[in-house]
């Protein structure tokens, strides 16, 4: 798979050289890369043939906003957006984007390193393709997805905050 990772956090970094490990073509892009209107044209180019896009905005809610829909513009429209599903749901974040069938959320919890599991979660329009497309990468780099309710953190992430709030 041609996959490319969007964002800058050492998350990204770390997905980045688990998918290149993997054997899959990778390419890392900054959020700026997205938003920067005079990079469009060579940017689309660039990822014409890019089956996955992983976003990793986790600051705000308008932020992972702007940037989907900027990715949204830039990828072809048979690209799946995995979309980290922290600080929105997978619905939520779907409506965004010009084709929300394919936007499938996840959600991941470092040490990548380690065999594991992700979360993923499918908004209302989610179309089931883009579910074993997501699965069949997360099983590529040894991690085994399970599917879960959609909603801001899904799982795990919600456990971790409730448990460190008592």
């Known amino acids: ?16 050289q688990l ?10 892009r900054g959020e700026s890369d997205f938003l920067a209107t005079e990079q ?5 180019a660039e990822l ?5 896009a992983i976003e990793l905005q986790n600051q705000s809610v308008d932020a992972k906003q702007r940037l989907l829909r900027a990715m949204s513009q830039t990828l072809p429209e048979e690209t799946l957006i995995l979309s980290l ?7 939520e974040a779907a409506s965004w984007i010009g084709n929300p069938r394919r936007l499938v959320g996840f959600g991941l919890l470092p040490p990548l390193e380690t065999p594991g599991m992700v ?26 997805p399970v ?9 795990r992430a919600r456990t971790v905050c409730c448990l460190i709030n008592e």
């Open 1 to 16: 798979m041609n996959v490319v990772v969007v964002g800058e956090s050492p998350l990204a970094r770390d997905l980045g």
């Open 19 to 28: 998918i290149a490990r993997a054997g899959h073509h990778t390419r890392a």
């Open 40 to 44: 469009g044209d060579r940017l689309q």
């Open 48 to 52: 014409a043939n890019f089956d996955v």
């Open 85 to 91: 599903a922290l600080v929105t749901g997978v619905t």
């Open 119 to 144: 979360e993923i979660a499918a908004g209302l329009q989610t179309a089931l393709s883009f579910i074993d497309t997501a699965s069949e990468l997360w099983r590529s780099l040894s991690l085994e």
């Open 147 to 155: 599917v879960v309710g959609e909603g801001p953190g899904l799982v």
